[in-house]
């Protein structure tokens, strides 16, 4: 049982309690139960269960929890059974002190609806305290002459019981002179008179010891003892008389200590030392003892300890007066303590709840109540909390208030929230108390992932290296934990002949794309695809980005050669009449470049030629132009190697060869018959006998002349065997693009070159144009090339 109490102790440090708003909060007539103090701790008060009506069991259910004043927990209760026990020993002198009866107040807190019960237990007084009195010996000074009769009021016993367990009654033994009689004051406390019953007689007997005897009303009874030792005097017949038979002072609890709240004063007529006065608290408490101080001289009274108005309101303070012959008078001062605003308020939180789940309005966070030991407008109290927050205080019954939430919350605008209750007083000047608490907003998936971009642009040269990282996309969720991890995935592209799993890869957990192969600006320049990202709440929120891969090109592509043609067979050579000025147009190079930008951009140069200077050619177009006009020694043949290089870098470049063949006319072009030649080469054999016959004289010029027309021999040959020359039929290959001003041929360009078949004379048949644009146009012409 012990196990439970201490687990009922923690858990009511921290309650959780939810309340459904729909429902109202309700308290049940109030019960009052009774215990008998000292009694044993587990001792069954009463079962719960069955005064409020509920079933076994349902206590637990609906979070049943007994709420003590000033955190103090009295009680336990069973759950299971109902049962409300007593958790300790209580002491009904320390609970409540004098006053009769003694409650105390508890709630019975339901949380499963919200309900509060308010109960009260009575301790019952048991006989546990004697009478004590302060002085176990009283001294008292009489005159002989006292005349038989005269009241001498003595020194009360104090019980710390009440009703019939307190001080009931004083006796006295022996009782020859004397008698006592029991006198009860104005706050119920009774103390005892000495009444003279005999006349004294000092020259018989001079001093008496009498033993006063206080009992209480319990059964058995309990008594304390004093000795009262009387000393007879010779004649003092003036006794001290007081100005005031009743003093009546207000003093503030504030008050600063050794200040003197009243002055009392008393004369006696008589002189000498029975007319000399002292003064004396007279049936003083320990208490008033150890709150006021008497001068005996003066009569002031001063305040030696703080008052507080909480724990005593009025004292009443009985003072004598006494003479040098032992007679005294008696007066009351009545000290009225004035409350002031000194006790801040008191907050109690009950329960709290955090986290809290974002998007739920009206959730309760916390139950707390208040309290103030001021009375009136100091113990009056207002709750209240910052404006700026999503939250409202709504007030209870028995100073309890529920903090609920006001609005639905949004962690991912705030996830935290310090909440700052103040409460504050009426009194003056006010006094607060602040209560803070920390509440955390839960996250709740309410948020999809968010791209810092819409669409991505990443750009990759070509030729890459497989497995090449490309970039990045990433998404931000400003959810949290699990609801803010995102995974990344590809998603199925829009046109299906895309092979976008063999083109990029995507890491799920970085958004890091790779490309897979090796990318070719001139097969696939660009192309796009979707991302998607994920988290992973319940349920998954997700969203997509576009990401456009563009290929930038590298310069992997030598210029290609169309014009002359570059096939292997032989090649015609470019006919050019004597008679032509400077600048004729002798030819074009054309050429193209699979790369694009500046990897295509294209610059022919002459390297060799023949004759330098004799022909130039264009850097931009690939003309090739006479650079003067041509004369007649200059030579029949020429060659010439022009280069082909594009601007990329490094440069590439391709090289051409020329052949021209400088002639009269195009009519009757300068290409040697068969037949001539062979009857050539017969008329220089005749010639070199001549030469032999007329100039015998040197056998080593004939060896030279020999070898020269072998040589002349060997040329016109070759020359014979070459005569028919050839270019490639049908349009060239379409993929071959032109890039402006880079001298290249467009699409619209065709070639058709074609050679006669007739073996008299191999005619090379020249251009002629589809557009009249400037080219000269042979009758005979069978071959044409269409621009």
């Not at 009489?142 to 009021?153: A, C, D, F, H, V």
């Not at 005999?198 to 004093?226: C, F, H, N, V």
């Not at 004799?614 to 850097?619: I, K, N, Q, S």
């Not at 080593?700 to 020269?708: K, M, P, Q, R």
Request: with cysteine.
């Amino acid at each position: 049982m012990e196990a439970r109490g201490e687990r009922f102790l923690r858990q009511r440090q921290v309650l959780f309690l939810f309340v459904f708003l729909g429902g109202s909060l309700a308290g049940s007539e109030s019960r009052r139960y009774s215990v008998v103090e000292e009694t044993e701790r587990g001792y069954l008060i009463a079962n719960l269960a069955k005064d409020l009506g509920l079933g076994v069991g349902e206590l637990a259910v609906r979070g049943a929890q007994v709420v003590s004043k000033g955190n103090k927990q009295h009680f336990q209760l069973n759950h299971q059974t109902g049962d409300l026990l007593l958790h300790e020993k209580l002491d009904r002198e320390e609970l409540c002190g004098p006053t009769e009866p003694c409650i105390l107040h508890f709630q019975i807190l339901l949380q499963t609806p919200l309900q509060f019960i308010t109960n009260e237990l009575q301790v019952i007084d048991v006989n546990d305290h004697s009478p004590v009195f302060f002085e176990n010996e009283i001294q008292l000074k009489l005159l002989e002459n006292t005349p038989p009769g005269t009241i001498i009021p003595l020194e009360n016993a104090e019980d710390l019981d009440v009703g019939r367990n307190s001080l009931q009654n004083y006796t006295i033994a022996p009782n020859a002179h004397f008698h006592v009689l029991t006198r009860s004051r104005r706050d119920g406390r009774k103390y005892p008179q000495l009444v003279l019953g005999k006349a004294l007689d000092r020259e018989e007997q001079p001093e008496l010891i009498l033993t006063l005897t206080a009992l209480d009303g319990g059964s058995p009874p309990r008594s304390g003892i004093a000795q009262i030792h009387i000393l007879v005097l010779d004649i003092n017949d003036n006794a001290p008389e007081f100005t005031q038979s009743l003093y009546e002072v207000q003093i503030l609890e504030n008050s600063p200590i050794n200040s003197v709240i009243v002055t009392v004063s008393a004369s006696d007529l008589d002189t000498g030392n029975f007319g000399t006065v002292s003064y004396a608290f007279f049936h003083a408490s320990e208490e008033i003892r150890k709150t006021f101080q008497l001068n005996p001289i003066t009569g002031d009274i001063q305040l030696v300890k703080y008052l507080n108005y909480e724990v005593m309101n009025t004292y009443e303070l009985d003072i004598e007066a006494k003479d040098g012959g032992g007679l005294s008078g008696e007066t009351t001062v009545i000290v009225q303590v004035v409350d002031v605003n000194d006790n801040p308020p008191e907050l109690t939180l009950s329960s709290i709840t955090s986290p809290i789940p974002e998007n739920s309005p009206e959730t309760v966070v916390a139950v707390f109540s208040v309290s103030d030991l001021d009375s009136g407008d100091n113990g009056r109290i207002m709750c209240s909390i910052e404006n700026n927050l999503p939250f409202i205080l709504k007030p209870s019954i028995e100073n309890f208030y529920t903090l609920v939430t006001n609005t639905a919350l949004d962690r991912e605008t705030r996830a935290e929230y310090n909440i700052t209750i103040t409460v504050t007083d009426l009194g003056t000047p006010r006094l607060q108390t602040q209560h803070h608490m920390t509440v955390t907003v839960s996250d709740v998936n309410d948020n999809a992932p968010a791209f810092s971009h819409t669409a991505y642009t990443l750009r990759v040269r070509e030729n890459n290296s497989p497995g090449l990282h490309i970039g990045r996309v990433s998404a931000a969720d400003r959810d949290a934990g699990a609801n803010a991890q995102v995974t990344y995935s590809l998603l199925p592209p829009h046109d299906p002949r895309l092979p976008l799993a063999s083109l990029v890869s995507l890491n799920a957990a970085t958004g890091q794309l790779f490309a897979l192969s090796s990318l070719d600006f001139e097969a696939l320049r660009a192309f796009e695809f979707r991302v998607g990202a994920a988290d992973r709440g319940s349920p998954a929120l997700s969203s997509q980005a576009l990401v456009r891969v563009l290929v930038g090109d590298a310069n992997d592509n030598a210029p290609f050669v169309l014009y002359p043609p570059q096939n292997g067979s032989a090649r015609c050579p470019e006919l050019v009449p004597r008679a032509a000025e400077a600048g004729y147009l002798v030819t074009k190079v054309v050429a193209v470049d699979g790369d694009s930008g500046q990897n295509a951009w294209l610059a022919y140069q002459l390297l060799r030629a023949t004759e330098p200077g004799l022909f130039g050619v264009w850097a931009h177009n690939g003309e090739v132009r006479t650079a003067r006009p041509l004369s007649a020694r200059d030579a029949v043949r020429h060659r010439l190697l022009v280069l082909v290089k594009d601007n990329g870098e490094p440069p590439l470049s391709a090289s051409v060869t020329l052949h021209v063949l400088l002639v009269d006319g195009f009519s009757q072009p300068y290409l040697p018959l068969p037949a001539a030649a062979a009857a050539e080469a017969r008329a220089d054999p005749l010639t070199v006998h001549l030469v032999v016959a007329l100039a015998s004289v040197s056998s080593l010029l004939l060896v030279a002349v020999l070898g020269f027309v072998a040589v002349r021999l060997g040329r016109r040959s070759r020359a014979a065997a070459g005569g028919g020359c050839s270019l490639p039929e049908g349009p060239f290959a379409g993929h071959l693009l032109d890039v402006s001003g880079a001298g290249t041929l467009s699409h619209s360009y065709q070639y058709q070159v074609c050679l006669t078949g007739d073996s008299g004379t191999n005619e090379f048949k020249f251009l002629k144009p589809i557009f009249p644009n400037g080219l000269v146009q042979d009758t005979e012409t069978k071959a044409k090339l269409q621009f």
